[in-house]
């Protein structure tokens, strides 16, 4: 399922294959104007009041932007601190992840155990359940816990991730022995061999896994929705979703202003990280 | 090496404490690499997909002791007609959406490949989608399909066709929503077939046309065959995941209208959080389970009829 190359695309692109240049260049455009184009009338719509946008024919380009549908859905619902809790959470889920799933993924490549490869069979073949048969049970056992409407709740049913730790025990199969067992006759114990030979030769692949589970995170909609119940620990699908539910006559001005805000964040990181994002899908997508 | 040195040790400590040998040194280590995952997995992931499958058998609503049926909430299931609408629904959804975000990423992938003006802006955008929130890019596309205010209608107004009620209609919803998942989901997709795409050898092409082959040919003759692995995981995971559809129908439609958009998932939902049974949901869990799991070895079987392994 997974290579081992966890290497950015460098360079795409070959002179074969159908169609001529143009025709080429053409289709391309024409196709990225239907990817951005949802984009652009949120935008567009977020900047105009209520009665503007509600005009038919539709003004393509705002004559007088206005930032008053954002001021109002701040003040209305408490988006900014959506944004912050799902970053939060999104930070935290992240960091566990790369952190358990690291330590497990080493055990698996690495260390020789009873049941380690039978144990390691039942990881993958959870990947293939999908999230809603395990859904009633662990929110039984979350308010068994007494964690619903907790950041508890949002965060530690995530920390084990089979993924992950499936990715990086190829990534780290890959790495050749002799480093580790050079450490290993200087005398460093397995954590430390793992921690100072392994790790730091394993930046691309736990980057990719970072935003695997950075992105999973923060598009999550269903568990949030499940388990929190005051405003105060929306995350910001569930906040939007809130918006929308709770205002009583649809200002689409106002929710548009309020999905501004949400994709902002993940547009930002998107700006700085294209180009391991990209690489995150085309490496665990592919090659069987 | 290490051998060695667990014989020493052994001599030191004398017989009254086993000593670790160098594997059970090794098992020891191990579990403290993989104790705290496997805590995490038992408990959040392989734990609650086992006591799922019991709470399958019973009547409970959660708070009580579940009550043992046996099998009486799959046979409900299999008589209740609004779970086999949303069956239906599922499956349709399922179909249309894998045909087609299975030609839109193809067609993006090979696109992208030809490395034209701004394919690096073009990737981008179609790149955008995906890293949206679903709830998000619902409500845009609810407010593009908006009946009087859509801008979508005032498009096809252009040309002369007269305004749909795209989410209203029960006999467009579903393909509206369909609409919605292949533009969110083109980018990711045509990414894994562009991986693909770029394992193909350029001499091949080069000697289909010192032979004649058009590009249509080289196309169908060459690139389709040696991108079929691509295509093919494509396929399994679009499917494993359209399966679970749920998002869209939430924001956008809430499984109308007359439930001609509710899917497995939302049932699934209402269900067990909305009306508490617990047992019943997760016999739904179950039935999503095998249906996915059918589907995904029956792919696996017919596999070698159109996938060239290279």
């Known amino acids: ?288 | 090496m290490a051998v060695a040195r667990s014989t020493t040790t052994r001599q030191r400590l004398g017989p009254a404490i086993r000593p670790l040998t160098n594997s059970g040194r090794e098992t020891l280590a191990a579990l403290g690499f993989l104790g705290p995952g496997l805590i995490a997995f038992l408990a959040f992931s392989l734990g609650p997909a086992t006591y799922s499958l019991f709470v399958g058998f019973t009547k409970w609503n959660g708070l009580s002791t579940p009550v043992w049926v046996g099998l009486q909430n799959y046979v409900e299931l299999a008589g209740d007609p609004l779970f086999r609408t949303a069956v239906r629904n599922t499956a349709a959804f399922t179909a249309l959406f894998v045909a087609l975000v299975g030609i839109t990423s193809t067609g993006l992938a090979v696109l992208l490949n030809r490395q034209a003006f701004g394919t690096s802006v073009v990737r981008f955008l179609w790149f955008l989608p995906i890293v949206t929130d679903m709830v998000s890019v619902s409500l845009v596309w609810t407010w593009i399909y908006h009946f009087r205010f859509g801008v979508l209608n005032f498009l096809l107004g252009l040309v002369g066709i007269p305004p749909q009620a795209w989410l209203g209609d029960k006999n467009l919803a579903l393909i509206s929503l369909v609409i919605l998942s292949v533009w969110r989901w083109t980018g990711y997709y045509a990414i894994i077939i562009l991986a693909g795409l770029q394992g193909v050898p350029n001499d091949l092409y080069e000697a289909a046309h010192i032979d004649g082959a058009n590009r249509w040919q080289s196309f169908t003759r060459i690139t389709l065959p040696l991108i079929s692995p691509a295509i093919f995981f494509v396929i399994m995971i679009a499917m494993m995941s359209s399966f679970q559809v749920f998002e869209q129908m939430w924001v956008m439609t809430r499984g109308g209208p007359e439930d001609a958009t509710i899917s497995i998932a939302m049932f699934l939902y209402i269900e067990g959080f909305q009306f508490l049974n617990m047992g019943y949901a997760s016999a739904v869990a179950w039935v999503l389970f095998l249906i996915i799991f059918a589907l995904t070895f029956l792919n696996w079987r017919l596999r070698g009829r159109w996938v060239h392994e290279g």
């Open chain 1, 1 to 288: 399922m997974a290579s081992n190359t966890f290497q950015p695309i460098k360079s795409i692109g070959r002179h074969h294959g159908a169609g001529s240049k143009p025709l080429v260049t053409l289709l391309l455009w024409i196709s990225a104007i239907l990817a951005a184009f949802p984009f652009y009338w949120m935008v567009r719509s977020s900047v105009m009041l209520e009665k503007q946008i509600m005009r038919f024919p539709p003004i393509w380009i705002p004559s007088s932007p206005t930032l008053q549908n954002f001021a109002d859905v701040l003040t209305k619902q408490p988006f900014g601190r959506y944004i912050l809790n799902s970053l939060l959470v999104a930070l935290v889920v992240t960091l566990g992840q790369l952190i358990v799933a690291s330590m497990g993924a080493y055990a698996f490549a690495r260390l020789r155990f009873p049941g380690r490869d039978r144990i390691f069979l039942v990881y993958l073949a959870t990947m293939i359940i999908p999230t809603q048969v395990t859904l009633i049970p662990q929110y039984v056992l979350i308010s068994q816990f007494g964690w619903v409407d907790s950041y508890a709740a949002l965060t530690v049913p995530f920390l084990s991730s089979a993924l992950l730790t499936f990715l990086l025990r190829q990534f780290f199969l890959s790495i050749p022995r002799d480093l580790e067992d050079s450490a290993r006759i200087d005398g460093a114990g397995y954590f430390r061999t793992f921690a100072t030979i392994v790790i730091p030769l394993s930046g691309p692949p736990l980057a990719t896994s970072a935003l695997l589970a950075f992105m999973g995170s923060w598009t999550n909609f269903l568990w949030p929705l499940i388990v929190t119940r005051s405003r105060d620990l929306r995350t910001v699908p569930v906040g939007l979703a809130a918006l929308q539910e709770e205002m009583s006559r649809t200002n689409y001005a106002q929710i548009m202003a309020g999905s501004v805000l949400a994709m902002l964040p993940m547009f930002i990181l998107f700006l700085f990280l294209q180009k391991y994002i990209i690489a995150s899908v085309a490496t665990t997508g592919m090659k069987g």
